[in-house]
């Protein structure tokens, strides 16, 4: 039998699943159960080629909407028999530096991690513990998105703050979007038929939320997003870099506490905050000044980075594009390497522009620093990492105690 692993990526009010076989990349079905705990739900359910089975109803609970995936295969198929379930978890902070087996120690450092990713740590939990109690003798493997970029070194992840902020609070560049760069890199490599240990790569991983990573040799050694996901590039509703002072600043101005900062540039900033959508294709169908002024602000800050992480890496091998935005929006891969020609970063004009989901380059032949098209599979990642998890010597149980 197939060694398949069910992904499960819970959201504060979603469920995404995957049943996956990363020895060979198949999908025997892939789901999403939606807008829980609202009025109205959605599960939609697709297994083989056909329609998919999709039932409209209220999930009031994780738990329902848990059960529903499983009502799913069990009326659709295809059967359930995972070898594990592999979990995404947001943030492992400096403990989790590779993907673990889940234990109820593993549970409770993650939680101790949650005022790190509030958003996101404590509805992961959510799922593994759902998941443990539905598959009691199935493995959980946990894969963080902060763990690839375990190999910062000291001067790409350590701020110039107080050192008791450091020391007892954990302030540092941890750095995400690492599950998908882990991803891209290895399948960079392949297009360019090369081995990624010779590799220097920058990946921008476009989407909702957005990062630039340098990779050198399948190592991540500097990254956009730092403590929290919401430093670096213009994003849909996240500001990326600002002022440190600004918090400061409103709240001598505008008597603003430091959650209602927070969460301004979290929630209220981006695209939303400079054009009222948090949509770049709604974005880049307008002709107005405000979008116009918006779509260069988000494409100057990825051409800094780019610019930054070329004099970092010292030489560059190739530039990869992946997430929603970065696979389709050929505008937005043209703007941000504008002006970038004579480091031998350049598109063509014929290939950027073609409408294709597949792997592909959209340089010129022969250009000195290829750029390239990566379709992100974050759901392939996590379960080849369980894969591995579960082949490899456990690990013991101190694993990344600070």
Same mark, same amino acid.
């Given at each position: 039998?197939a060694?398949?692993?069910?992904?499960?990526?819970?959201?504060?009010?979603?469920?995404?699943y995957?049943l996956?076989?990363?020895?060979?990349?198949?999908?025997s079905?892939?789901?999403?159960?939606?807008?829980?705990?609202?009025e109205?739900?959605?599960?939609?359910?697709h297994?083989?080629?056909g329609?998919?089975?999709?039932?409209d109803?209220?999930?009031?609970?994780h738990?329902?909407?848990?059960?529903?995936m499983?009502?799913?295969?069990?009326?659709?198929?295809?059967?359930?028999?995972?070898v594990?379930?592999?979990?995404?978890?947001?943030?492992?902070?400096?403990r989790?530096?590779?993907a673990?087996?889940?234990?109820?120690?593993?549970?409770a450092?993650?939680?101790?991690?949650?005022?790190?990713?509030?958003?996101?740590?404590p509805?992961?939990?959510?799922?593994?513990?759902?998941?443990?109690?539905v598959f009691?003798?199935?493995?959980q493997?946990?894969?963080?998105?902060t763990?690839?970029h375990?190999?910062?070194p000291?001067?790409?992840?350590?701020?110039?703050?107080?050192?008791?902020?450091?020391?007892?609070?954990?302030?540092?560049?941890?750095?995400?979007h %690492?599950?998908?760069?882990?991803?891209? *890199?290895?399948?960079?490599? !392949? #297009?360019?038929? =090369?081995d990624?240990? &010779?590799?220097? $790569?920058?990946?921008?991983?476009?989407?909702?939320g957005?990062?630039?990573?340098?990779?050198?040799?399948?190592?991540?050694?500097?990254?956009s997003?730092?403590?929290?996901?919401?430093e670096?590039l213009?994003m849909?509703?996240?500001?990326?870099?600002?002022?440190?002072?600004?918090?400061?600043?409103?709240?001598?101005?505008?008597?603003?506490d430091?959650?209602?900062?927070?969460?301004?540039?979290?929630h209220?900033? %981006?695209?939303?905050?400079?054009?009222? *959508?948090?949509?770049?294709? !709604? #974005?880049r169908? =307008?002709?107005?000044? &405000?979008?116009? $002024?918006?779509?260069?602000?988000?494409?100057?800050?990825?051409r800094?980075y780019?610019g930054?992480?070329?004099a970092?890496?010292?030489?560059?091998?190739?530039i990869?594009?992946?997430?929603g935005?970065?696979?389709?929006?050929?505008a937005?891969?043209?703007?941000?390497?504008?002006?970038?020609?004579r480091?031998?970063?350049?598109?063509?004009?014929?290939l950027?522009?073609?409408?294709?989901?597949?792997?592909?380059a959209v340089?010129?032949?022969?250009a000195?620093v290829?750029?390239l098209?990566?379709p992100?599979?974050e759901?392939?990642?996590?379960?080849?990492q369980?894969?591995?998890?579960?082949?490899?010597?456990?690990?013991p149980?101190?694993?990344?105690?600070?």
């Amino acid at each position: 039998m197939a060694d398949r692993v069910l992904v499960l990526n819970t959201g504060s009010s979603s469920i995404k699943y995957e049943l996956v076989d990363p020895h060979t990349r198949a999908r025997s079905a892939k789901g999403l159960i939606e807008r829980i705990g609202q009025e109205q739900g959605r599960l939609t359910h697709h297994s083989g080629n056909g329609s998919p089975y999709v039932r409209d109803r209220p999930f009031p609970s994780h738990e329902e909407g848990l059960d529903a995936m499983m009502g799913a295969f069990a009326a659709v198929g295809p059967r359930l028999e995972p070898v594990a379930v592999g979990h995404r978890v947001v943030h492992g902070g400096t403990r989790f530096t590779e993907a673990v087996l889940v234990d109820d120690e593993v549970i409770a450092a993650i939680e101790e991690l949650a005022p790190l990713a509030a958003l996101h740590n404590p509805v992961n939990l959510t799922g593994i513990r759902l998941a443990r109690k539905v598959f009691p003798e199935v493995p959980q493997v946990a894969v963080f998105d902060t763990a690839f970029h375990r190999t910062l070194p000291p001067e790409a992840y350590t701020y110039a703050v107080p050192s008791d902020w450091r020391e007892q609070f954990g302030v540092r560049r941890y750095g995400f979007h %690492g599950t998908s760069c882990a991803y891209v *890199s290895r399948r960079a490599a !392949a #297009v360019l038929g =090369r081995d990624l240990a &010779e590799l220097n $790569l920058i990946v921008l991983h476009l989407g909702n939320g957005a990062s630039a990573t340098a990779i050198s040799g399948g190592r991540s050694v500097d990254t956009s997003m730092g403590l929290t996901p919401l430093e670096g590039l213009v994003m849909g509703t996240r500001s990326g870099d600002v002022d440190p002072a600004l918090a400061g600043y409103l709240a001598r101005a505008g008597a603003l506490d430091a959650q209602q900062v927070e969460y301004a540039l979290t929630h209220q900033g %981006g695209l939303l905050a400079l054009t009222g *959508s948090s949509d770049m294709r !709604a #974005v880049r169908a =307008r002709d107005d000044e &405000e979008a116009k $002024l918006a779509l260069e602000i988000y494409a100057r800050r990825i051409r800094k980075y780019v610019g930054a992480y070329y004099a970092l890496l010292g030489r560059v091998d190739a530039i990869v594009f992946t997430g929603g935005v970065g696979e389709h929006d050929a505008a937005t891969r043209a703007a941000s390497l504008t002006g970038l020609d004579r480091l031998g970063i350049a598109l063509d004009p014929a290939l950027n522009e073609t409408d294709s989901a597949g792997e592909r380059a959209v340089s010129p032949a022969g250009a000195g620093v290829p750029v390239l098209v990566i379709p992100t599979d974050e759901e392939q990642e996590i379960a080849r990492q369980t894969l591995a998890r579960l082949a490899s010597p456990p690990l013991p149980s101190s694993i990344g105690r600070s």
